[in-house]
């Protein structure tokens, strides 16, 4: 009855993942885009390990976590028991966990602010890991969110390259929850390409479409996948 219920929870996780893929390829098909220039990242926080091996075992292999705190006591173990999984950092990143997130993520996408930038040059160099860098900008400039005003955006990915050596990436964006997201995407695309970033870490589960539309590389996809939690 165990393998039956885990099989059962598997298909309707792959049914979930599935839905989503026929999103993504309808709205690269939209824009004329190749489906392999987006990376689906399933954003698998608050979520514990029984809930995102469904997922895994359905295919997915790049995965994206909040908090440094919680990714260390999952992902060690699902990374050993499935190798080959990418795991990205998609939340705020306080300057005294940038050891711990160099060693574990393989992306972080909430690059700053100088303090930050420092503590992330100093463990690349130190542990010789290279996780993808993505700057966050604050698009929507608001207070309570962490991000890059667009204003100072290209000096800050100046400092970022010059000052400390970092290679960037690409730029992550979250639009305010109350305005029309298409905006923010265009303003993160525009700051990208006159900066030469390539990639683009933009849309979440209401709004990937929309993101494919203004180019985003990596869309972080979490309820539309997971559920919301304790609907798993």
Not at 71 to 93: E, N, Q, R, V
Not at 113 to 125: G, T, V, Y
Not at 139 to 166: H, M, S
Request: charged share 20%.
């Amino acid at each position: 009855m165990a393998d039956e219920s885990s099989a059962a929870i598997t298909r309707a996780s792959g049914g979930k993942l599935d839905a989503v893929e026929r999103e993504i390829v309808a709205a690269c098909a939209q824009g004329g885009r190749d489906r392999a220039s987006v990376t689906l990242i399933a954003v698998s926080k608050t979520f514990d390990a029984d809930a995102i091996v469904p997922i895994v075992e359905s295919g997915q292999r790049v995965f994206g976590e909040n908090r440094v705190q919680e990714a260390k006591a999952k992902w060690p173990g699902l990374m050993s028991a499935y190798p080959g999984l990418t795991l990205h950092l998609i939340g705020p990143l306080q300057s005294n966990k940038a050891k711990e997130a160099v060693a574990l993520f393989d992306a972080i996408h909430s690059v700053d602010r100088p303090s930050l930038c420092q503590a992330l040059a100093k463990e690349i160099n130190s542990q010789g890991r290279h996780p993808e860098l993505f700057v966050q900008l604050n698009t929507g400039e608001e207070p309570q969110k962490a991000g890059v005003a667009p204003a100072e955006a290209d000096g800050f990915i100046a400092a970022c390259r010059e000052a400390y050596g970092l290679a960037i990436a690409g730029l992550m964006c979250i639009p305010p929850v109350n305005e029309a997201p298409a905006p923010h995407f265009a303003l993160t695309a525009k700051i990208a390409a006159r900066n030469g970033l390539k990639k683009l870490s933009m849309g979440m589960s209401a709004d990937f479409a929309v993101a494919i539309q203004f180019g985003a590389t990596h869309i972080r996809v979490g309820s539309a996948i997971f559920g919301h939690r304790g609907q798993q």
